[in-house]
């Protein structure tokens, strides 16, 4: 059974342009939460959708947008890069929504790197 | 909020037992997680356990809950130099809608 799949797995833009990191779900989840990973603030949450929908959001300004498709797959869109958008950004995939059940846990992807200078 | 803490670093001899230690601050998560993440890789699931437990054991790991002193450890036997990574210790938010993580906890096994 394939995991999650991110694409691309590294990636460098200049200040100002745009980015589009793109998640392939386990066959059969249809939750997807991105997650971004930095040296300095660690792992915080961006958001999570589930049958298309964002269900919830992290602290995170308005730069940061996704999608989900019908297929369960998911995208994540940053606007007017910024230098401390330079991150590792971690997909994760589980059965449901939330995380209040045993069966919904969350399985991450190898993730996007991503460098703006 | 909620706040998940760890110790930064942990070296042990290969063989021995390493035991990575986590505190909480909120007690409302259903279930807290420990993830292990290798060099340029993402975060693989190692074990969860459900708040009610007390201890949960997975062939060579075993976790330990104390919610009273809301702590969370995890003990690695007969640790190996393939266990060189960062831990990373989780608990859901109190909606249940994300996982807050600590810091992760870097263990070195030298041979």
């Known amino acids: 059974k394939a995991g999650v799949t991110q694409t691309p797995r590294y990636l460098i833009k200049t200040r100002g342009q745009q980015v589009t990191l793109s998640c392939s779900p386990i066959s059969g989840h249809r939750s997807v939460s991105w997650y971004q990973q930095t040296p300095g603030q660690g792992l915080q949450f961006l958001f999570e959708y589930f049958s298309e929908t964002q269900r919830n959001k992290g602290n995170f300004p308005g730069r940061f947008s996704g999608r989900q498709f019908s297929n369960s797959r998911s995208e994540m869109n940053v606007s007017t890069l910024e230098l401390g958008d330079s991150a590792l950004y971690l997909c994760a995939s589980s059965l449901g929504q939330g995380l209040v059940s045993g069966a919904n846990v969350l399985t991450f992807g190898a993730g996007s790197r991503l460098t703006v200078l | 909020g909620e706040d998940v803490e760890q110790s930064l670093f942990l070296s042990v001899r290969e063989g021995d037992s390493s035991v990575i230690n986590c505190t909480y601050t909120?007690?409302?998560?259903?279930?807290l997680y420990w993830y292990k993440q290798e060099p340029g890789a993402g975060l693989q699931l190692l074990t969860y356990?459900?708040?009610?437990?007390d201890m949960k054991q997975d062939q060579r790991l075993t976790v330990l809950l104390n919610k009273k002193d809301k702590h969370l450890s995890l003990r690695i036997a007969d640790t190996q130099t393939g266990d060189s990574a960062i831990y990373f210790c989780a608990v859901t938010n109190q909606a249940g809608t994300a996982l807050i993580f600590g810091k992760g906890t870097t263990l070195s096994v030298s041979s």
């Open positions: 356990i459900f708040s009610n437990m």
């Open positions: 909120d007690s409302s998560s259903t279930y």
